[in-house]
């Protein structure tokens, strides 16, 4: 996973839904101590990925990059749901929602993500990605019932947006070329959490009934796959053999992060009285701990004012946003 992306992020059909999931769980119900950990550790494994695309753009083009890593992690996940795979009728009831997921979730989400971040830093990624879960409310107000836009969300969201203006005058567009470039970089990484907030909707609609874990994996594979064609159809078969050892290991690394974090939320997500909203508190850790990666470990970064600002902005509004929502949950419970 948005947030499948995801992110970058976390699958759709984890994350849809998630009022209803809400009500039904317990109130009042607080994670334990083991929960919270392992939610810290699937946001801080997915706030390395922006890293570890910066190192490998370096090597080969965006499409081929993310297209091998998703097949790869597709393939990461099989022995999780192999024994309880569905009937191959079954799956072909629901090749639709099984193409329609890879398509937003890794295809599109991916293919702009990976060519925005040949335009910008890994920290401006990751604060912009970070703020996906924000985006995808937006959308999910509009186009699904039941999902009401109060007073603190709105807040949420304008704190959000704020942070979002902050890193686009941080690029400085207006000075040089470089900052056009970086502008436009941000527009797609913007476009990129679009599409994976409207993936989570018609998602949440097809109700495709495969086990979720089983529905990642296939869409991460397909999606991944077709990646791979269209980079195959312009820049010719990656000369893989050719790639340094780095190259290998940040790919690997990167497959890894999409199997065990998602797994790791699934999980946490199965759990009797853990909420998603008490989960989603966390993703802060994502834009924070991303940029403070890329800053550190990217010696070609360097933080300014603005994209400080711009982090702080972001990860407050999802901590205000999750707050709000569990605030509402309650609420609906109290008086349900």
């Known amino acids: 996973m948005p947030q499948s992306i995801r992110i970058l992020i976390i699958p759709a059909y984890v994350q849809v839904n998630n009022r209803e999931r809400d009500v039904k769980t317990e109130d009042g119900a607080h994670p334990q101590l083991l929960p919270m950990l392992l939610a810290i550790i699937a946001c801080l494994l997915w706030s390395t990925a922006f890293v570890g695309v910066k ?12 297209g091998i890593r998703f097949m790869l992690a597709g393939l990461l996940i099989v022995p999780l749901w192999w024994r309880k795979r569905m009937p191959r009728k079954l799956l072909i009831e629901n090749f639709r929602p099984i193409l329609l997921v890879s398509f937003f979730q890794t295809f599109l989400v991916y293919g702009l993500f990976y060519f925005g971040m040949t335009m910008v830093s890994g920290a401006l990624a990751a604060i ?21 836009m109060t007073l603190p969300r709105l807040i949420s969201l304008g704190l959000g947006m704020a942070g979002v203006i902050l890193i686009s005058i941080s690029t400085r567009p207006w000075v040089s070329p470089a900052g056009v470039r970086e502008c436009l970089g941000i527009v797609l990484l913007f476009f990129c959490t679009i599409a994976s907030g409207f993936g989570n909707v018609l998602v949440a609609k097809e109700q495709a009934r495969l086990e979720p874990v089983q529905l990642n994996s296939l869409q991460m594979f397909t999606g991944g796959f077709f990646l791979l064609l269209v980079s195959i159809f ?17 790919l690997l690394w990167l497959s890894i992060i999409s199997a065990v974090s998602f797994t790791l939320w699934f999980i946490l997500l199965q759990r ?27 010696p070609e970064e360097t933080p300014n004012a603005e994209a400080i600002l711009g982090m702080i902005c972001t990860a407050g509004a999802i901590i205000l946003y999750s707050l709000a929502d569990r605030m509402s949950c309650f609420a609906s419970n109290q008086h349900g």
């Open 234 to 250: 312009f820049h010719g078969f990656p000369e893989l053999s050719r790639m340094p050892p780095i190259f290998y290991a940040t």
């Open 55 to 66: 190192i490998g753009l370096r090597y080969t083009d965006p499409l081929s990059f993310a």
């Open 272 to 298: 009797p009285g853990m909420t998603v909203s008490s989960l989603n508190l966390w993703k802060f850790i994502i834009p924070v701990c991303g940029a403070l990666f890329s800053w550190w470990l990217l």
């Open 128 to 148: 912009l990605i970070g703020a996906s879960p924000l985006t995808a409310a937006v959308l999910s107000h509009y186009l699904m019932k039941n999902d009401a």
